[in-house]
């Protein structure tokens, strides 16, 4: 086995704090990757937090993964050593199901394997994720990552990035379309600048009128402020797509009836409590869909950043040690974050 460091919760009241742990030693096609770079995402928090009530202690988490291969398996044809990569929020699947087989492996019918907190095919044991010095990933579910772009802004594309590209892909989001993205967090801030790349009129809906300034350096053309019936009014029956990446439940109807005939407005967000049940004629009437979206498959994850390469995107990030995670998680809570948390995982060695 090989003896890892990271930092792990023991319980839902507890700190994260240092972890020593064994990573599986390289099968044929695996690759063992030094981390560099690991974002913190909201998932982090409710996982840790056991606010899903699915989580197995201790729990290292993280999924937005960016480092360097130190060594692969002797059957590895996908990387070398010494090259970038990234491991996003999973690292396995079943492989053989219709939804495994069309690359769409995020909605695995039988065995999706999360980088963190679920069972691991090839031990058994509980996945570790990205909070630790190294990771062993098979090749398959190993992205690569292009040194153009600053490696820190790359992590969270493995999670907020491909959350809001795939969906925007999936509708065809383009030139000549009108665009909202509600909320302006990690996701909705990815989400502006994917959609303002693909050529859209994009619009940011949020409750707060001191965000307009940096919605508009990141790609929105327009700024709704949502708690403005008049401002609202003035966009009835005008979108082709909207992109709601808030997670607390809220009234969808708001932004249903925003949309044109035909318009969809896809969710990201699990709420912790359901949504109000929307008006169900603002659907009928228009023929108006509500839909879901869940992060990407691997080929999909890999077309996002190679995008994102060639368009210079990356996610705006604060830099921070590992030992200062527990006060990001505090400063997450309160939205006190532009846009994302990244940790350097050099200062892991620091412990």
């Known amino acids: 086995m090989i003896k890892s460091l990271g930092y792990a919760a023991q319980s839902a009241s507890t700190p994260l704090g240092l972890f020593t742990f064994d990573r599986r030693e390289l099968g044929p096609h695996d690759v063992q990757i030094e981390i560099l770079y690991c974002g913190v995402c909201h998932s982090d928090l409710h996982t840790v937090a056991n606010e899903w009530k699915n989580t197995v202690y201790p729990v290292v988490p993280g999924h937005e993964i960016v480092g360097h291969v130190v060594k692969i398996g002797e059957q590895v044809s996908k990387f ?46 509980t996945t570790y994720g990205g909070y630790s010095n190294q ?63 693909f050529g859209a009129y994009t619009v940011l809906f949020t409750t707060s009128s ?8 990141l790609g929105a053309d327009e700024v709704v402020i949502s708690k403005n019936s008049d401002e609202m009014n003035k966009h009835i029956n005008s979108f ?41 004629g603002n659907l009928i009437f228009k023929r108006r869909v509500i839909a879901g979206s869940m992060i990407g498959g691997i080929q999909e994850t890999q077309e996002m950043l ?11 990030i604060e830099l921070i040690p590992i030992q200062k ?12 974050v532009k846009y994302r948390f990244v940790i350097d995982m050099a200062s892991l060695k620091e412990e």
Request: with cysteine.
């Open 325 to 336: 995670i527990n006060q990001a998680y505090e400063r997450m809570l309160k939205s006190d």
């Open 80 to 125: 070398k050593v010494g090259e970038t990569a990234g491991i996003g929020c999973m690292v396995d699947s079943c492989r053989t199901c219709s939804n495994c087989r069309e690359s769409f492996e995020q909605y695995c019918d039988d065995e999706i394997i999360f980088t963190y907190n679920s069972q691991e095919k090839q031990t058994g044991k």
């Open 135 to 197: 990771i062993v990933v098979d090749e398959n579910y190993v992205l690569r990552v292009s040194e153009k772009l600053d490696l820190a802004g790359v992590a969270p594309l493995l999670c907020a990035g491909i959350t809001t590209y795939s969906p925007l892909r999936y509708w065809k989001v383009g030139k000549g379309d009108k665009v909202g993205i509600v909320g302006l967090g990690g996701l909705g801030h990815m989400g502006l600048k994917l959609a303002h790349a």
């Open 306 to 316: 190679d995008f994102c390469a060639e368009h210079n995107i990356v996610s705006d």
């Open 210 to 217: 001191r965000k307009t300034e940096d919605a508009k350096r």
């Open 240 to 280: 082709d797509f909207i992109l709601n990446t808030v997670s607390v439940s809220h009234n969808l109807d708001a932004y249903t009836e925003l949309l044109k005939r035909g318009g969809t407005l896809c969710l990201l967000g699990v709420p912790e409590s359901p949504h109000p049940s929307p008006n169900i």
